[in-house]
């Protein structure tokens, strides 16, 4: 069930659940935070403190009760020190000061089945104080004057620190006659209590005002400060003489209770007269001095760090005056350590009647002494009647139950507690008749899987746990899941013993087709010596859609891009196509022509899962077909549905070419000089070549004055090359890491030959180019900069007041010749009208001759070949023979880009 959300607090103690099939733990949630053990928990008083004792109870056949307790303990076996505050699953209070305490939720089932929570410490906070002027009028010689500052209403109790006209008493060298009382108060004649301001032998010196400053402690309000009490004291006008002048001890501090490793501070504080003074001893009555180990003053006693048990002893405070004195014990108790458990017990058993079962607390071993009670359903173990032959072993805290009965089922829970703590762990029993064992797939859908009866469908790449689930009377005793040869999930298996079932988890970690296969999930038990085995068969199959993609190999005589396929005359080619998908897709070919020859390609080992299927058409190096074309689609199918994809691939073969035209250019160039190299910014050099197949390009440098072959090639650390290939070019681009200057000479006009050599199976070709370092160039250029912008824009001016001109003339309504004067010869036509055109010489597309050179697109293809200044060798161009030309000029291309447009 889902939790209730409250603003404040949140107890959620669930039981998963209190019947006879499916028992599990209890925990408490508080604002979603889940404590096993004793915590504290700190609350505004006002607020909304809203406990929630809610089960996940299942299968129960009548209604859970539920009961909230309240302690003033972490726990208490004694039910009268129990304070029942509700008998609701939802308890509701505002907070108030009596609503700190420990509580823990009893719940019951009506089929008995029943536990405690462990227990939450509630502190209820508050600091409301009021500060209270007070006037005091005290006698000359009065043995004791009590300043009262113990009733403060702050929760928890807050720190106390008293002033004395502002300064704080601790440093006015008074301690024997101005003490603040802590620890445990010994008078039963001054009604002194925690906290009080104690004058002794009171006299005119002590007159002042006094100030008791209390500062919070907790979470909430921790370190507000306020004054509670403000004392003027003043002189009495009396001078009665001391009557008592016995020394009483008034209180005693044993400074808390330290860990191993701590200072302390322990305290004493006397009345006599004349004033006390003080002897701290130890066991044997030796009068302690200050040492390595201890600092020893008038009323307290420094243990400078306490070492374990040995200073977990007696200490003795003597106080004396004049003739007589007063010997207290102040005892150091080290800090009480909350008890633990060493591990944390199954949760649940099953079992058959006749069984022996056995509850281990596995208390851990403390310096601290804790108290240990053993429950079932809740109660002593004294009800547990003849049910079973109990035995508890103190030793290792394990209760052993011998011969159980079916009616023994219930909640055996241990709670192990002192004042520092409670904790608490169970089992529940689960007493039923004999059940061999079984096992069931309990793989669950998610979006990467699609889970059908004993058959998981996975897409490749998914993440997912599968999981089988043995059950039987008694609990299955192991679970196995055995996994094909070559999955890689061999090593995942995540076994969990609950519930009553053994539960198997493998990982399935980035599935590929490796993970396909037969999965077995195996477990047993023992059913009165005889064993029983259960097995359960999985299948994983691995799905993909099928996907058809290019897959010819860019080889040294031809070259891919996207989907086109350029091979070299003369020399075989091969192209492919390639469907990928699981389960393996079928793979077919269409094509208009029947150049080469088609293979289909899969591996030879069909009992492997196979993603992909290859088209493969291999043509001769001779060829008649200058272009071909074809198209692969792939086919597969995935739980039911049917999947399909297609691809095209074109083939073109082109004239052989070595490299030529080999060009070295200066990207970086400054300004329009492209022979230099400034040392303040990147070399950028950019090679290319003209060639089929596409070149490969190298790059070597040296200085200009230096020897022909003390060509060095770059360092490629500080250098870097790209290249860029398209049909029948290359462009190598080589650039520095960082300025020029860094890597090459920064002395002004020093010279560099770079040479760029392309290469390919025909051949290869070099270009050597000289460029000189420039260290000033910005200066020496800018003058040529600005000259060429100035005459740029001078001749701007001169069109834009022409094309004025002009227009201004056909505006003022000039439209003949003799009107336009010397500017005849430039606007004549704007003014005189164009002859309509004819159908014969006349027409307008006879002053201009296109030529045309035309293949037929069907039923054969043909190549088209061009001079490099007529066409951009990256296309091909064809026309369809039906094409009304003369009209409209239309005509079919393939990625044609003509360099000039008057050449069709």
């Given amino acids: 069930m889902n939790p209730i959300s409250v603003a404040s607090l949140l107890i959620l103690s669930l039981v998963y659940p209190l019947h006879a099939e499916d028992p599990k733990e209890v925990f408490i949630n508080v604002d979603n935070s889940y404590f096993k053990s004793h915590e504290k928990l700190h609350f505004a008083s006002g607020s909304n403190l809203t406990l929630e004792c809610a089960s996940s109870v299942q299968g129960s056949q009548s209604p859970i009760s539920y009961k909230w307790y309240i302690t003033n303990q972490p726990y208490s076996s004694d039910t009268a020190n129990r304070k029942e505050v509700s008998t609701k699953r939802v308890y509701s209070v505002t907070a108030q000061a009596a609503h700190s305490g420990y509580y823990m939720c009893f719940i019951n089932t009506t089929e008995g089945y029943a536990v405690f929570t462990p227990a939450?410490?509630?502190?209820?906070?508050?600091?409301?104080?009021?500060?209270?002027?007070?006037?005091?009028?005290?006698e000359p010689y009065t043995k004791v004057s009590v300043l009262a500052c113990s009733t403060i209403s702050a929760n928890p109790t807050p720190n106390v620190r008293w002033l004395k006209d502002g300064v704080g008493i601790d440093i006015l060298?008074?301690?024997?006659?101005?003490?603040?009382?802590?620890?445990?108060?010994?008078?039963?004649?001054?009604?002194?209590?925690?906290?009080?301001?104690?004058?002794?032998?009171?006299?005119?010196?002590?007159?002042?005002?006094?100030?008791?400053?209390?500062?919070?402690?907790?979470?909430?309000?921790?370190?507000?400060?306020?004054?509670?009490?403000?004392?003027?004291?003043?002189?009495?006008?009396?001078?009665?003489?001391?009557?008592?002048?016995?020394?009483?001890?008034?209180?005693?501090?044993?400074?808390?209770?330290?860990?191993?490793?701590?200072?302390?501070?322990?305290?004493?504080?006397?009345?006599?007269?004349?004033?006390?003074?003080?002897?701290?001893?130890?066991?044997?009555?030796?009068?302690?001095?200050?040492?390595?180990?201890?600092?020893?003053?008038?009323?307290?006693?420094?243990?400078?760090?306490?070492?374990?048990?040995?200073?977990?002893?007696?200490?003795?405070?003597?106080a004396e005056s004049g003739d007589n004195g007063q010997t207290e014990p102040v005892r150091i108790q080290l800090s009480v350590q909350s008890p633990e458990f060493n591990s944390t017990m199954a949760n649940s058993e099953y079992n058959i009647p006749g069984a022996n079962v056995t509850v281990n607390l596995a208390l851990k071993s403390t310096r601290s002494s804790a108290s240990t009670t053993l429950l079932w359903n809740g109660r002593d173990?004294?009800?547990?009647?003849?049910?079973?032959?109990?035995?508890?072993?103190?030793?290792?805290?394990?209760?052993?139950i011998l011969n159980i009965k079916k009616n023994a089922s219930g909640v055996f829970q241990g709670v192990i507690?002192?004042?520092?703590?409670?904790?608490?762990?169970?089992?529940?029993?689960?007493?039923?008749?004999?059940q061999p064992a079984a096992v069931a797939h309990t793989t669950k859908s998610n979006v990467d899987i699609t889970v059908k009866g004993n058959t998981i469908h996975s897409v490749r790449g998914a993440n997912f746990t599968m999981e089988c689930e043995g059950s039987g009377n008694p609990t299955p005793k192991d679970i196995t899941i055995d996994v094909p040869d070559q999955s890689n999930?061999?090593?995942?298996?995540?076994?969990?013993?609950?519930?009553?079932?053994?539960?198997?988890?493998?990982?399935?970690?980035?599935?590929?087709?490796?993970?396909?296969?037969?999965?077995?999930?195996?477990?047993?038990?023992?059913?009165?010596?005889?064993?029983?085995?259960?097995?359960?068969?999985?299948?994983?199959?691995?799905?993909?859609?099928?996907?058809?993609?290019?897959?010819?190999?860019?080889?040294?005589?031809?070259?891919?891009?996207?989907?086109?396929?350029?091979?070299?005359?003369?020399?075989?080619?091969?192209?492919?196509?390639?469907?990928?998908?699981?389960p393996r897709p079928s793979i077919n070919i269409t094509r208009p022509n029947q150049c080469g020859t088609v293979s289909t390609i899969t591996k030879s080992n069909d009992l492997e899962f196979i993603d992909n299927a290859i088209i493969r058409v291999q043509?001769?190096?001779?060829?008649?077909?200058?272009?071909?074309?074809?198209?692969?689609?792939?086919?597969?199918?995935?739980?039911?549905?049917?999947?399909?994809?297609?691809?095209?691939?074109?083939?073109?073969?082109?004239?052989?070419?070595?490299?030529?035209?080999?060009?070295?250019?200066?990207?970086?160039?400054?300004?329009?000089?492209?022979?230099?190299?400034?040392?303040?910014?990147?070399?950028?050099?950019?090679?290319s070549a003209k060639s089929f197949p596409e070149a490969e390009f190298s790059w070597v440098y040296k200085k200009s004055d230096a020897d022909s072959t003390k060509w060095t090639t770059p360092d490629y650390t500080v250098f870097q090359v790209t290249t860029t290939k398209s049909k029948g070019f290359t462009f190598s681009r080589l650039m520095t890491i960082g300025l020029a200057g860094d890597?090459?000479?920064?002395?002004?006009?020093?010279?560099?030959?770079?040479?760029?050599?392309?290469?390919?199976?025909?051949?290869?070709?070099?270009?050597?180019?000289?460029?000189?370092?420039?260290?000033?160039?910005?200066?020496?250029?800018?003058?040529?900069?600005?000259?060429?912008?100035?005459?740029?824009?001078?001749?701007?001016?001169?069109?834009?007041?022409?094309?004025?001109?002009?227009?201004?003339?056909?505006?003022?309504?000039?439209?003949?010749?003799?009107?336009?004067?010397?500017?005849?010869?430039?606007?004549?036509?704007?003014?005189?009208?164009?002859?309509?055109?004819?159908?014969?010489?006349?027409?307008?597309?006879?002053?201009?001759?296109?030529?045309?050179?035309?293949?037929?697109?069907?039923?054969?293809?043909?190549?088209?070949?061009?001079?490099?200044?007529?066409?951009?060798?990256?296309?091909?161009?064809?026309?369809?023979?039906?094409?009304?030309?003369?009209?409209?000029?239309?005509?079919?291309?393939?990625?044609?880009?003509?360099?000039?447009?008057?050449?069709?």
């Fill in 619 to 687: 043509y001769a190096k001779d060829t008649g077909c200058i272009t071909d074309s074809f198209k692969c689609c792939g086919k597969n199918e995935i739980q039911g549905i049917e999947y399909d994809d297609c691809y095209s691939v074109t083939i073109s073969f082109v004239e052989q070419q070595k490299p030529n035209s080999v060009l070295i250019e200066n990207n970086g160039a400054i300004a329009s000089d492209t022979g230099l190299i400034s040392v303040n910014s990147n070399l950028d050099l950019n090679c």
């Fill in 743 to 904: 890597h090459l000479s920064s002395v002004d006009g020093e010279k560099y030959d770079f040479r760029c050599t392309a290469k390919n199976i025909f051949g290869e070709a070099t270009q050597i180019k000289t460029f000189q370092i420039n260290q000033n160039t910005s200066n020496q250029v800018s003058s040529s900069v600005y000259l060429g912008i100035g005459i740029f824009l001078f001749f701007l001016a001169l069109i834009i007041i022409l094309v004025m001109y002009i227009f201004f003339l056909i505006s003022s309504g000039k439209k003949n010749k003799s009107e336009l004067g010397c500017m005849e010869c430039v606007v004549c036509q704007c003014c005189e009208p164009k002859p309509e055109p004819s159908d014969g010489k006349d027409s307008v597309y006879a002053e201009k001759i296109y030529q045309m050179k035309k293949v037929d697109l069907y039923p054969e293809m043909k190549q088209i070949t061009f001079d490099d200044d007529e066409f951009d060798r990256t296309n091909t161009v064809i026309f369809n023979p039906s094409s009304e030309f003369v009209e409209d000029r239309m005509f079919t291309m393939n990625t044609a880009a003509f360099k000039d447009p008057d050449i069709v």
């Fill in 120 to 138: 939450i410490h509630v502190i209820v906070e508050y600091f409301d104080v009021e500060t209270k002027v007070l006037k005091k009028t005290i």
């Fill in 489 to 582: 999930a061999k090593n995942f298996l995540e076994k969990v013993n609950q519930d009553g079932k053994y539960i198997g988890r493998l990982l399935i970690d980035s599935v590929t087709e490796s993970y396909a296969g037969s999965y077995n999930c195996c477990t047993y038990n023992f059913v009165n010596g005889q064993r029983y085995d259960a097995c359960v068969g999985i299948t994983l199959a691995v799905e993909e859609k099928v996907q058809v993609t290019q897959n010819s190999p860019d080889e040294d005589y031809s070259l891919v891009i996207g989907s086109q396929v350029y091979g070299t005359k003369g020399y075989p080619l091969t192209a492919e196509c390639k469907a990928t998908g699981l």
């Fill in 173 to 318: 060298n008074l301690e024997r006659n101005i003490m603040k009382v802590t620890g445990k108060v010994l008078d039963k004649i001054y009604n002194i209590k925690v906290n009080d301001l104690i004058i002794l032998n009171y006299d005119d010196k002590y007159t002042g005002v006094y100030s008791c400053e209390t500062e919070a402690k907790g979470t909430l309000f921790k370190g507000r400060k306020k004054v509670a009490y403000s004392y003027t004291v003043q002189t009495a006008a009396s001078t009665n003489p001391m009557q008592d002048n016995t020394t009483n001890i008034l209180f005693i501090d044993d400074g808390g209770r330290p860990n191993i490793g701590d200072a302390i501070t322990l305290r004493c504080g006397a009345s006599g007269y004349p004033t006390p003074s003080y002897v701290w001893q130890d066991v044997s009555n030796n009068a302690l001095q200050t040492s390595d180990r201890f600092k020893v003053y008038q009323t307290k006693l420094i243990v400078k760090s306490v070492q374990g048990t040995d200073d977990d002893a007696e200490y003795k405070c003597r």
């Fill in 417 to 434: 507690y002192n004042e520092a703590g409670m904790q608490t762990q169970f089992k529940t029993v689960v007493i039923r008749d004999a």
């Fill in 381 to 400: 173990l004294g009800n547990f009647g003849d049910r079973g032959e109990l035995t508890y072993n103190q030793t290792s805290n394990t209760l052993t």
